[in-house]
């Protein structure tokens, strides 16, 4: 498969194919045209703790390089290691070993598949845990995966996440610094997130983070509103967007993330698809064709807070009337 007229290439994440099995959804993700898949290690798709693990990884990677899908691994998985509560343990709390030991797997899984990064966040900070101590479990806690990452050479994506202790791109830079600037220590930037929250337009995010990012997670979203929602029914305005992205030399993965709408994940997809070659060709076109970048931003001025709504205990007060529709 060719990528599209911006060179970027475009993926579906499988968190969006909730009640498909994982060969069925690689095969209609692949069949409608996408280049990649974003694989959330989950129950129903590649459990990492599940017997037989190794044979399971390599019946996988078979079926992605059958379909000619590329692929980065997700860790988001809502309930895989605690059926009470959201996304616990994280990397915060004050027993990580179990989230340090998925993510750890998920590095060698992602090692095995070939994929092209694994990506991970913060967590939200427990109400009962200072935010010095989280801090230092958050850097302690990614030193340990950058070290298995390093070790199997696979890139790391971390992503900045509305409402987590690491929530924007300056969070990002924080860390990175923290942890000595390790090489393999990428971010993965959520196109959506960067509407929601971040002072600047869009594509100013994408370049600020251009040397850096390994993963792109692609929704549209409303200021103020953690929502993924389907392009179009948001605020971005996603033609420069795309035009960053290409500017930038970004070549990885732009996958589809919305993780809510499985129950019509085929016909979203394909909509989804459409979407993004229009824009990708509107981007592609004659200088003025495209409206200038992110005209939604003009009036933006300061940082906004999105929060994700109750994904765990203690998430930050909503300032300003802002919502959140809870949004991973």
């Known amino acids: 498969m060719t990528a599209d007229a911006t060179g970027l290439r475009f993926g579906y994440g499988t968190n969006g194919f909730a009640n498909h099995r994982l060969g069925d959804a690689l095969a209609v993700i692949a069949d409608l045209g996408y280049q990649g898949v974003a694989l959330t290690l989950d129950h129903d798709h590649l459990d990492p703790f599940t017997p037989g693990l190794a044979r399971r990884v390599a019946a996988v990677r078979s079926r992605l390089d059958a379909l000619g899908l590329a692929v980065v691994v997700e860790t988001g998985a809502r309930y895989l290691l605690?059926?009470?509560?959201?996304?616990?343990?994280?990397?915060?709390?004050?027993?990580?070993?179990?989230?340090?030991?998925?993510?750890?797997?998920?590095?060698?899984?992602?090692?095995?598949?070939?994929?092209e990064a694994v990506s991970f966040w913060a967590g939200v900070r427990p109400p009962e845990v200072p935010a010095t101590i989280a801090w230092q479990r958050l850097v302690a806690g990614c030193a340990a995966v950058c070290?298995?990452?390093?070790?199997?050479?696979?890139?790391?994506?971390?992503?900045?996440?509305?409402?987590?202790?690491?929530e924007d791109i300056a969070g990002w830079w924080r860390l990175r610094e923290a942890l000595g600037a390790p090489p393999g220590f990428g971010v993965t930037l959520d196109i959506g997130h960067c509407r929601c929250l971040e002072p600047q337009p869009v594509p100013d995010c994408v370049a600020a983070v251009?040397?850096?990012?390994?993963?792109?997670?692609?929704?549209?979203?409303?200021?103020?509103?953690?929502?993924?929602?389907?392009?179009?029914?948001?605020?971005?305005?996603?033609?420069?967007?795309l035009r960053a992205l290409a500017a930038a030399g970004y070549r990885g993965l732009v996958a589809v993330e919305l993780p809510r709408h499985s129950h019509a994940a085929p016909a979203v997809a394909a909509?989804?698809?459409?979407?993004?070659?229009?824009?990708?060709?509107?981007?592609?076109?004659?200088?003025?064709?495209?409206?200038?970048?992110?005209?939604?931003?003009?009036?933006?001025?300061?940082?906004?807070?999105?929060?994700?709504?109750?994904?765990?205990?203690g998430s930050p007060v909503l300032r300003g009337g802002l919502q959140s529709k809870g949004g991973g």
């Open 271 to 313: 909509r989804s698809l459409d979407f993004l070659r229009t824009a990708a060709r509107t981007a592609a076109g004659p200088a003025g064709v495209t409206a200038p970048a992110d005209q939604h931003r003009t009036t933006d001025s300061a940082p906004l807070l999105c929060s994700r709504g109750g994904s765990t205990p």
């Open 210 to 241: 251009a040397e850096h990012l390994v993963n792109v997670q692609i929704d549209d979203v409303r200021r103020g509103v953690h929502e993924h929602l389907e392009f179009g029914a948001g605020e971005i305005d996603f033609p420069p967007v």
């Open 82 to 115: 605690d059926p009470w509560h959201k996304h616990a343990p994280t990397l915060l709390h004050d027993d990580p070993a179990l989230r340090i030991e998925f993510l750890r797997r998920a590095v060698r899984i992602g090692a095995d598949l070939g994929a």
């Open 147 to 166: 070290a298995e990452a390093e070790a199997a050479g696979v890139p790391l994506g971390f992503e900045p996440e509305p409402g987590m202790l690491v």
